[in-house]
């Protein structure tokens, strides 16, 4: 690539050295112009035969400046890289059998530096990915040869990349139990590279939501709740619905304080299961929870969903162990005319607000007062008892009763 200086008459000027410098220009998006951008022109022709552009992209443009105010822009250019593997950007975990698999399954054509593809000069001139079920499930209470998973006759197995995106809108999985160990391969034209994505399947659409594992009647407060809740969504056979797509959601019973229950509160269903592993009650008090479980309408994702609800029996949440000791009560120095005149001299100036003063050898005329909290912020009434030491100069003595019972220091 080369940039030539002209004059008036479009004649080369074979006497120009300026150095010209190339940078992207139109179309950019964050892509980076590798190479030595700046080249010094040799008799009014500067020549750059190292420039690479690190993303796939179409509309790139280059411009070229050099001293003067001269400047120059290239023609529209496409940069496209070889076809190396397939990514899967989108994939339910699970998938109800002789449905539509929703969201559908979306395939991203990819170049060696992991950049989408979005087309090009290919060899074939076009990206054709299919898809197709792996051997190595095992269905429920048959062989494989009698319970097989097949596509139905109205899949379209095979689709063109449409931007570097091959989209399965119409696919249904066929099949008569639940399988375990189940996986699409995708596949295209342009590479000899595969996808897999495992999924669960349900032979039945979800139609209960049961709490399995709930938690202990005594919890401690500002700790997870243990055992972790778990639930189940369940299909019209009884068997868990391994293939749900449903978002299970945990409240407080009766609308408790809204932020009181911390956590994870909502999250899709894996395998038809909702375990929630960080679920936590600051306050003390006496409660139970209220499960939900959202299920979308496969058919028509913009009709309602079902709901399905589960409770917990009551639990009670009491005070935890000492976590934390914070003074909340400063000391108060003594009144001016109890302070020596030698402790009042040293004081040039009003100290700050937020600092302490006080005279040598006189009491503070406040205590200072701590607290115990526990991991909740929970004030702890327990007898312990609480040191205090002094944090200072070398030298210096704290006089007094150094230990006493929280809250009264």
């Known amino acids: 690539m080369t940039a030539r200086f002209f004059d008036l008459g479009g004649n080369v000027v074979p006497s120009v050295t300026d150095v010209v410098s190339v940078a992207l220009g139109q179309n950019a998006h964050g892509a980076r112009l590798n190479g030595n951008t700046a080249r010094a022109a040799v008799a009014g022709v500067a020549t750059f035969g190292d420039l690479s552009v690190d993303r796939v992209r179409n509309g790139y ?5 050099a001293p003067g105010g001269l400047r120059a ?46 087309g090009g000069p290919w060899r074939p001139p076009y990206v054709l990915v299919s898809v197709a079920i792996l051997d190595g499930y095992v269905p429920a209470g048959c062989a494989p040869a009698d319970c097989p998973l097949t596509f139905s006759p109205a899949s379209t197995t095979a689709v063109m990349a449409v931007r570097g995106v091959a989209t399965f809108d119409n696919l249904e999985v066929f099949g008569n139990t639940n399988y375990q160990g189940a996986r699409l391969r995708f596949s295209s034209n342009a590479s000899a590279a595969t996808v897999d994505s495992p999924f ?24 997870t709740l243990v055992p972790h809740p778990a639930l189940t969504l369940y299909d019209g056979t009884g068997k868990a619905a391994r293939g749900s797509i449903g978002t299970c959601t945990a409240a407080l019973s009766a609308g408790g304080p809204a932020g009181l229950l911390a956590g994870t509160t909502s999250f899709p269903a894996r395998a038809g299961r909702c375990v929630y592993t960080d679920l936590s009650i600051a306050l ?22 079902t709901l399905l609800a589960a409770a917990s029996p009551a639990f ?17 120095a003594p009144p001016p005319s109890s302070r020596s005149p030698r402790a009042s001299q040293s004081v040039l100036t009003p100290p700050p607000k937020s600092q302490v003063f006080a005279s040598s050898g006189l ?11 526990d991991a909740g912020g929970n004030l702890i009434a327990a007898p312990r008892r609480v040191r205090a030491a002094l944090a200072g100069p070398p030298g210096a003595e704290l006089r007094g009763a150094l230990e006493a019972p929280p809250l009264s220091y």
């Open 363 to 373: 009491p503070f005329s406040a205590m200072p007062c701590v607290e115990l909290r």
């Open 73 to 118: 822009e290239s023609a529209r250019f496409s940069v496209q890289g070889e076809v190396t593997s397939l990514g899967v950007v989108a994939f339910p975990a699970g998938v109800l059998l002789n449905t539509r698999v929703i969201p559908a399954p979306r395939v991203a054509i990819l170049s060696d530096a992991l950049n989408v593809v979005v």
């Open 200 to 223: 669960f399947s349900s032979s039945f659409d979800e139609n209960e939501l049961v709490l399995d594992q709930a938690m202990a009647a005594y919890q401690t407060t500002g700790l």
């Open 316 to 332: 009670n949440v009491s005070i935890g162990p000492a976590a934390t000791l914070a003074v909340f009560s400063q000391p108060v």
């Open 61 to 65: 443009t280059l411009v070229f400046s």
């Open 284 to 305: 003390v008090g006496e409660y139970a929870l209220a499960f939900s479980a959202t299920i979308p309408d496969r058919a028509d994702p913009s009709a309602a969903p």
